[in-house]
C-alpha cells in the first residue's frame, strides 16, 4: 500500500508565495507521473501542474509562469512552488502519484489535501 502525505498550505496574502510537498511512502518499485489538483468551492476537479519520471512538465493555463513543478526521485516526493499567488488559487491542493508497488501492481494513489487560501 502507498501513503502520500502533504503539506505546506496555508494562509496567505495575494502576490506571495507557497510551496506545497507530497511525500510517497510504503511499498513503491517505481514512480511514474506525479501531479497536483485543486478543488476550489462549488468547482470541479482541476489538474495544476503534473511531471513524468524524466522530468518533463505540464501546466494548467492559469498557473504558467506563477507556479513550477518539481520532484526529488530517491526521495518520492512531488513539490509545486507557487508564486504571485492570486485569491482565485483559493482551493484545497491533491498530490496524485502513478507508480508500481513491490510485486508489480500499479497504483494511483492521492494526498488527503491541504487547504491554500490567498486573500486579496
Known amino acids: 500500500q502507498v501513503h502520500l502525505v502533504e503539506s505546506g498550505g496555508g494562509l496567505v496574502q495575494a502576490g506571495r508565495s507557497l510551496r506545497l510537498s507530497c511525500a510517497a511512502s510504503?511499498?513503491?518499485?517505481?514512480?511514474?507521473?506525479m501531479g497536483w489538483y485543486r478543488q476550489a468551492p462549488g468547482k470541479q476537479r482541476e489538474l495544476v501542474a503534473t511531471?513524468?519520471?524524466?522530468?518533463?512538465?505540464d501546466y494548467a493555463n492559469s498557473v504558467k509562469g506563477r507556479f513550477t513543478i518539481s520532484r526529488d526521485n530517491p526521495k518520492n516526493t512531488v513539490y509545486l512552488q507557487m508564486n504571485s499567488l492570486k485569491p482565485e488559487d483559493t482551493a484545497v491542493y491533491s498530490c496524485?502519484?502513478?507508480?508500481?508497488?513491490?510485486?508489480?501492481?500499479?497504483?494511483?494513489?492521492w494526498g488527503q489535501g491541504t487547504q491554500v487560501t490567498v486573500s486579496s
Open positions: 511531471i513524468t519520471s524524466g522530468g518533463r512538465t
Open positions: 510504503g511499498s513503491i518499485l517505481s514512480i511514474g507521473l
Open positions: 496524485n502519484v502513478n507508480g508500481r508497488d513491490t510485486r508489480y501492481r500499479v497504483f494511483d494513489s
